[in-house]
Each structure stands twice: as structure tokens, then as C-alpha cells.
């Protein structure tokens, strides 16, 4: 008998509320919570390649926790539920995905971006090179392609906010690296400084964060957190160069360590040149814009509005007519 039918099979982003669910999904997160009788349920997001969905465990939770590991996939049967304007997953059995289940694809877990990263990554060092004379700095563009290109383009922009999908921190630094090449046109600022601060921007997420089996941070991330590991990147790579001048080298880090804005977000000194102030702007504009986008896109109120988004301190405004449009 064919155990996962095309009746059972469900992606993510087809659930409906009420619907039986009998499917492989990957699990991301897992949270071990009282219920008021003061004995335990599971919280649970599962996802595949189309989505996420929140998920709850109400029986059985300590034996489900033995099972339970963040990155493997499971087996699970239940329906869908709506809990707060959003569907989730009430869960009636789940057990991990075994080799001998015949219909398990574990394509169904990757997410891919909607792109070609090696393609994106030539576009985005042809974009860097080609706005630089200084050859020191086209060395550190090629020591950073030859070092760090393999992680880079295929890295998470983000654990969870903005970019937060394969290829997102490419994506990212690549938008910003256009906007970077207009603005420094436009204020006349020194484009070869503001070039290279927005390359190694946020390098050292790679570091940050692992991206499988799930979005996690690292000790270095946690203890250390991108900006002062894109910093030590910097240095490592810049060290090798003969002869690169300190002012410059000092111009670029203090991009790297301040393009948080505020020492309350995490950068160690403000923004104190044009170049740095502009970096911080366009840095924040990209990931503003993109957390709207996907807002927007994935919101489930089914109204007017979007469920409040604690990054951008609002609701947002959706229009239907663009919503549908996008799909
Ligand atoms: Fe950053
Ligand atoms: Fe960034």
C-alpha cells in the first residue's frame, strides 16, 4: 500500500484549516511547555521546502520528546487547527522518517532559492571589481572569492527575520552592493570604501550561524555575533596583502563594526564617516524592505493587515489585489 498517497501528501503551503494531515515534514524548533493541569505539551514548527507551520504535541509529550531532534524528519498524523488567525498542525502520532519509507523524498526538505547563486555570486565580485582601481582591494576581492565563496553563496541572510533561506545572504549583500555603487555616485563618496564595507558587511554570519539541519547559532556566533567575526575575516584576508595602508584598513573595519547604526543594536562605535553612515542606511533599507515583502506575501489574517511584526514595531498594509497577484 502506498503510504503517502497524492489524497495524504500535503505541502505546507496547501494545508487548510480542518483538513487530516498524514505527511513527512522536517522539524525546525521544539519548546516543552506547562499546560495548566501543570503536565506538559510540545510546541513544535515543522517545514519543507514550500513553508513553515506551527504545531502542537497535547499528549504524550515526554514520550514524543525522546523521539524529537531539530533537523530530522518525521512521520506525523493530525489535522489542521486555527489558533490566533493562523493554521497549525494538532499532532495525533508522529514518528521519524525511516529509510524504508518508500514515498519519502528528501527533496521535499531543501529550500532552494529562486535563483542561480554561482551566477549571482559572479555578478555581485564582477560588481565589486569593477568599481575598484586600488590593487589591494581587487585582491581582497579575489581572497575573499577564493576563500569564502562557497559558504557565502549559499548562506542565510538571516536565522529567522529577513534573507532567511539559502542564498538570502547573497542575495542581500548583492542588492545592496547596486545601491551602494548609486549612492556613492550620487553624495560623490569614496565608492571603493563603501564597495568593500558592503562586501564584508555581514561576512561573518557564515560564522554566526549554522544553516543545517537547522538555522542555529553557533558559540562564536552567540559569544562573539557577526559583526567583530566579519572584522576578524577582514583582517585575516587584508594581513596577507603586502603594503595595504592602515588608514584604509582602519576606514573599512570601522564600516564592518558600525553598520548596526546604534551601540544598542550591536555595533561598538556609531557610524562616523559618510561611508559608514551610508553602509548602515542601505543595509537597513534592504532588510526593511525585504521583511515587508515577505510579510506581506506569507501573511494568513486573510484582512486588511498583517499580524503586528515586532522587527518593524507595526502592522502592515496588504493589498489584495498584489497579494493574489504574487502568489
Ligand atoms: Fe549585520
Ligand atoms: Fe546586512
Known sequence: MNLFDSQTKKFIKDLQVGQQVDAYYKLQALDK???KDGTSFLAIELMDKTGKIPAKIWENAEASLKI????????????????????EIKVDSIRPASTSDKDFDAGDFQETC?????????RLIDAAKSNLDKPYL???????????????????????IHHAYLGGLL???????????????????????LVIGTLFHDVGKIYEFTITPVPQATMQGGL???????NAIFLELKNKIQGFPEELSCKIQHLIISHHGEKEFGSPELPMIPEAYALHVIDLLDSRVKIMEEAIKNSETGGLFTDYIHALSRRLYVEKGEKEGKG
Open 224 to 230: 562573539v555575533g557577526h559583526i567583530v567575526l566579519g
Open 33 to 35: 511547555r506547562l499546560k
Open 171 to 193: 542575495e542581500h549583500t548583492y542588492s545592496m552592493m547596486q545601491l551602494a555603487v548609486f549612492i556613492a555616485g550620487h553624495y560623490k563618496l569614496d565608492k571603493e570604501l
Open 68 to 87: 524529537l531532534k531539530p533537523g530530522n524528519v518525521y512521520r506525523l498524523k493530525g489535522y489542521v487547527n486555527e489558533y490566533m488567525n493562523k493554521k
Open 114 to 122: 529562486n535563483f542561480d547563486a554561482g551566477d549571482m555570486f559572479g
Open 138 to 160: 581587487l585582491q581582497l576581492v579575489d581572497g575573499f572569492a577564493a576563500a569564502y565563496g562557497d559558504k557565502f553563496k549559499t548562506h542565510y541572510g538571516a536565522q529567522k
